[in-house]
């Protein structure tokens, strides 16, 4: 609290109206973004946790309003719930999550510049306050940092106004709960410091000084200066995110503010500050988040010179790429974010971004990523992973993620988020699913809770899941058989498809046989179906099949009999056929079959091919012989066979080649010649048969009519015309020939 800082206007109320839920706003923007306002609370957020449940833990102070009214928000409904209390007053404390999931919250206010000494241990799950034992001496904007092995340091804070800040570090030993102090590393820092853990396990002072620390946690502690100094000076009220791992962005701050950034890669062998491309606009009081796809949100602020200029806010949010290194302006807020805000990522995607003296109303920041498609669903992921795991994540999405990351849970006031940091972890798709690998050690990732973030090619992120990470890895709970379908086979079958019955099972599960693991689908969460091979039953046994979650221990077993195969049964006789015989390319038939021994499923066969028989008793068949069957002449073999057994004895059916077709029928065409010149008159037919001179008669059939007459003459005789059969004139007669036939042709002299 700063004794200059405007009066909260309204105290802290019991919220007794329901709460409506958010929405994504309607004027979506896959390229600013979104804002969308929350209802009204009944305090201004000072501090803001997002517990490992989803529910953000806030409480209040400044203006005499003690910090210890303490509210969780849910964000899913915005409903508000009350909240165990301290015991003393945490407003403007530092804090940070332990490995468990509780919150650890050092110092607090007594009055301005006054600290408490007092710290106290959040456990969400019992909704309850443990206090340690006191540190060394009052804290008043101290920092709070969780180191590789879980334990936590705090560093600065104001005692009173006669000592100033504390200068003494000092770690919180989770295992004792007790605090052990880094004598050898004293050092007056400022108020609320900005601090990291480092890839080797040191603690990196970053801001808002220009030098920068590294801090040596081990036995009684050592600060070692880097040679690197940050440009543009002294920047309180600042911000500064760990973006990937040992890679920080600092940004804005000071007074007059600037919009300057630089980065700092620990990684190096020699870190050294660089700067990045400036911010469209000067800020201090800005928040900045990491998000899923690793760029870097930044919030609020006011681009005016002193401690906290109101009359000049900065509402437009600004993204910072950190493949690129460039600036992108997105949409305006409505509220303006200055002293005492705070901002934090949601499991949603979403940044809340929640108080600035005297403003109780938050709003959502909603970024373009969520503008460019569908999220990629994260179907199961384990609840907890150990360091350098490699863990399985179900998605039906895999083969489109294009990033995984692991984003701390915040914890976050002043500007100054104690928790955040961002992991981008290797991964491997599959069908289905990422194999994916966890940190490889707490300096790293310290250990806790995370966001897991799929994210696809198009940068948009699913819902984030909660994992802890850790030394080990809870053990997935096995799941619980309780039936087979079949629960039998006969030695020797075909492949089959095993159903599954239980409870427990989630994606991934797989059934095993005899201990080792067959093709699995997942049906639901009460069955499972496993293809059985042909090799796994070729041998009449029990064997057992359980199955196992993605990491768990075996399922209870079930026994599955493979029992050896029925002897053969005897083959049937045949004793005769109705019909024997038929003609090729005749239509299909029914072939009744007599004999002896048919059973149920006996089958006749047309040269060793089975035909769609009926039994009709235990000596009769009757079968369908197809048109295809009977195309060609010769002899074929009819034999039967029971189920599983030799054939009988042949039939021979004989299939004979059709009679040749009869001729056709001919007819007698007759031609006479009259007339007093007959003897110099010519009659031909076409076709050849009449040449009337000599053969005046000659048959025709029907497929050689019709016929056509010809007449001709010699010397000076003269054709007069045609009669009978129709035909007359001069010109050639056409005789149809249905039926015998007479025509005459009649010859004069000129």
Known sequence: MRPFMNSLRHAAAVLVAVLSVGLAPAQADSRIGAWGSWNTLPFFPVHNHLLPDGR???????????????????????????????????????????????????????????????????????????????????????????????????????????????????????????????????????????????????????????????????????????????????????????????????????????????????????????????????????????????????????????????????????????????????????????????????????????????????????????????????????????????????????????KVTLIRLASVTHSVDMNQRLNVLGFSPGQGLLEVTAPASGNIAPPGHYLLFLVDQNGVPSLGRVVQLGATAAAPTPPQLTGLSPSSAVAGGSDFSLNVAGQGFVAGAAVHWNGSARPTTMVSAGQLTALIAQADIATAGSYSVTARNPGSAASNVLPFTVTEPLPAPPPPQLTGMQPSTTVAGGAGFTLELTGQGFVADAAAYWNGSARPTTVVSATQLTAQIGQADITAAGNYSVTARNPGSAASGALTFTVTAPPPPPPPPSFQLSVSKTGTESSKGLVTSSPAGINCGTNCSASFSEQQQPVVLTATVKGNARFMGWSGAGCSGVGTCTVSMGSNQSVSARFERR
């Not at 306050?129 to 879980?150: H, I, K, Q, S």
């Not at 920047?235 to 007074?255: C, E, N, P, T």
């Not at 950190?322 to 992108?328: L, M």
């Not at 303006?336 to 938050?362: E, F, I, K």
Request: glycine share 10%; aromatic share 8%.
């Open 56 to 402: 953000v833990m806030l409480w209040p102070g400044d203006a005499g309003i003690n910090g210890d009214q303490g509210m969780l928000l849910d964000p899913r409904t915005q409903n508000l719930s009350s909240v165990a209390k301290a015991g003393f007053d945490v407003f403007c404390s530092g804090h940070v999550f332990l490995a468990d999931g509780r919150l650890l919250v050092a110092g607090g206010h007594i009055a301005n510049y006054i600290g408490e000494p007092r710290a106290s241990v959040y456990d969400p799950r019992a909704d309850s306050w443990t206090a340690t034992p006191d540190m060394n001496l009052g804290r008043w904007y101290p920092t709070v940092t969780t180191l590789a092995n879980g334990d936590a340091l705090v560093v600065s804070g104001d005692v009173d106004t006669s000592t100033a800040n504390n200068p003494l570090p000092q770690v919180y030993e989770t295992a004792t709960n007790t605090w052990r102090s880094l004598y050898d590393a004293q050092l007056v820092q400022h108020l609320y410091p900005n601090m990291f853990l480092a890839p080797d396990g040191r603690v990196a002072a970053v801001g808002p000084t220009e030098r920068t620390r590294l801090l040596d946690t081990s036995g009684t502690g050592k600060w070692t200066m880097l040679a690197t100094i940050r440009p543009g000076g002294h920047r309180d009220y600042g911000a500064a995110v760990m973006y990937d791992s040992g890679k920080i962005l600092f940004l804005g701050g000071g007074s007059p503010p600037t919009n300057r950034a630089e980065v700092l890669d620990l990684n190096a062998a020699v870190p050294a500050w660089r700067s990045v491309a400036p911010m469209s606009v000067a800020r201090r009081q800005v928040n900045a988040t990491v998000l899923p796809d690793g760029k870097v949100l930044v919030t609020g602020g006011t681009s005016g010179t002193g401690f906290n200029d109101m009359s000049s806010p900065v509402y437009a949010a600004e993204l910072w790429d950190s493949a690129t290194e460039q600036w992108t302006t997105l949409a305006a807020a409505k509220v303006p974010r200055l002293y005492h805000s705070g901002a934090m990522l949601l499991a949603d995607g979403t940044v809340l971004t929640t108080g600035g003296n005297d403003q109780r109303t938050p709003e959502v920041f909603h970024p373009p990523y969520l503008f460019k498609g569908a999220r990629p669903e994260i179907s199961s992921a384990p609840a907890s992973i150990a360091w350098g795991q490699r863990f399985t994540v179900h998605s039906m999405q895999a083969s489109m993620i294009a």
